[in-house]
Structures are given as structure tokens and as C-alpha cells.
């Protein structure tokens, strides 16, 4: 087989594959998961034209349609919004740690993002806890390759 040739393999169906792809090959938003895999920072986009900085990142803002963006680093830390407990049904890199605290975190910057809050006990978790980035492996994608996501953790843990 010739370099970078791809060896399809049976157990992996592209089309039901639960993870973004992340790699400048197969996604155009693949920057952000460059940011996350590479630099252990969360990154989105901010319009070049309007300045709105939308969460999750966009290639097109929502303000203005404009699709000149750039983009911007996020904060590493916020604060639980608000929170529940699951106790089923978790993606499956997730399965083992249940139960699992999901969150909606807001950062400084104004934007609030839908995460798990992994190291966290549904009786440990609360509004206004402050938590901090964790850059967490899930499955490899079809070319073997390290693909990520970004969850949250309390901070000190």
C-alpha cells in the first residue's frame, strides 16, 4: 500500500462516527481542534467585520453573514451556569467515568458553552463552581490519528 494511501477498515463506519473530524484534511473548522490538540487552548471565531464572537465557532457569523473571521483564544476557566446529573446514555469515552456532570459554563468573555465536567461527583457540583479546561482523548480518527474534546474539571482537581 502507498503512503498515505487509506486502508478502509470494517469497524469504522465514517458516516456514524460520534467524534468531528479534526484534522485540516477532512474538516474546515479544523483549526480549533489543532488549538485544543496542540496548544491546550480553546479557540473561536471572531467576525472581522461586525467583531461578534459566537460560541461554538462559525465560519459564517450569524450577525452579518459575513465569512471573514479570525481567530481568537478563549478563556481556560469559567463558571457552572447551571448543571445535571446523567447516569445513562454518555458518549462512549464517557461511559465508564457515570455519572457525569453536565454543565453550561460561562467564561468572562460572555459566552456560555454545553460540557461535561469530568473529576466532579453530582453531589460535588454547583452553580458558580469555577472549573477549568481539560483536553480529553476520544477515538483516533479512520488515519489512527489523536482526535479530542474539550471538557471541564473543577479547578484544582
Same mark, same amino acid.
Request: proline share 9%; with cysteine; aromatic share 12%.
Given at each position: 500500500?502507498? !503512503?498515505?494511501? =487509506?486502508? @478502509?477498515?470494517?469497524?469504522?463506519?465514517? &458516516? #456514524?462516527?460520534?467524534?468531528?473530524?479534526?484534522?485540516?484534511?477532512?474538516?474546515? #473548522? %479544523?483549526?480549533?481542534?489543532? &488549538?485544543?490538540? !496542540?496548544? $491546550?487552548?480553546?479557540?473561536?471565531?471572531?467576525?472581522?467585520?461586525?467583531?461578534?464572537?459566537? %460560541?461554538?465557532?462559525?465560519?459564517?457569523?450569524?450577525?452579518?453573514?459575513?465569512?471573514?473571521?479570525? %481567530?481568537? +483564544?478563549?478563556?481556560?476557566?469559567?463558571?457552572?451556569?447551571? %448543571?445535571? &446529573?446523567?447516569?445513562?446514555? #454518555?458518549?462512549?469515552?464517557?461511559?465508564?467515568?457515570?455519572?457525569?456532570?453536565?454543565?453550561?459554563? +460561562?467564561?468572562? $468573555?460572555? @459566552?456560555?458553552?454545553?460540557?461535561?465536567? =469530568? !473529576?466532579?461527583?453530582?453531589? !460535588? &457540583?454547583?452553580?458558580?463552581?469555577?472549573?477549568? @479546561?481539560?483536553?480529553? +482523548?476520544?477515538?483516533? +480518527?479512520?488515519?489512527?490519528?489523536?482526535?479530542?474534546?474539550?471538557?471541564?474539571?473543577?479547578?484544582?482537581?
Amino acid at each position: 500500500m502507498a !503512503e498515505g494511501e =487509506l486502508k @478502509l477498515r470494517p469497524d469504522y463506519y465514517t &458516516a #456514524m462516527d460520534l467524534v468531528a473530524q479534526q484534522y485540516e484534511d477532512t474538516a474546515t #473548522m %479544523w483549526y480549533f481542534y489543532h &488549538a485544543l490538540r !496542540e496548544e $491546550n487552548k480553546l479557540v473561536t471565531t471572531r467576525c472581522k467585520s461586525c467583531g461578534h464572537i459566537p %460560541w461554538p465557532p462559525r465560519q459564517i457569523c450569524p450577525e452579518c453573514l459575513s465569512t471573514d473571521y479570525e %481567530w481568537v +483564544d478563549m478563556p481556560k476557566r469559567g463558571k457552572i451556569y447551571s %448543571w445535571t &446529573a446523567a447516569y445513562a446514555g #454518555m458518549p462512549p469515552e464517557l461511559q465508564s467515568r457515570a455519572p457525569i456532570v453536565y454543565a453550561l459554563v +460561562d467564561f468572562d $468573555n460572555g @459566552l456560555r458553552m454545553p460540557t461535561a465536567i =469530568l !473529576e466532579c461527583k453530582p453531589e !460535588e &457540583a454547583r452553580t458558580g463552581m469555577e472549573v477549568e @479546561l481539560v483536553v480529553h +482523548d476520544v477515538q483516533p +480518527d479512520l488515519y489512527g490519528r489523536r482526535r479530542v474534546a474539550p471538557y471541564f474539571k473543577p479547578v484544582g482537581r
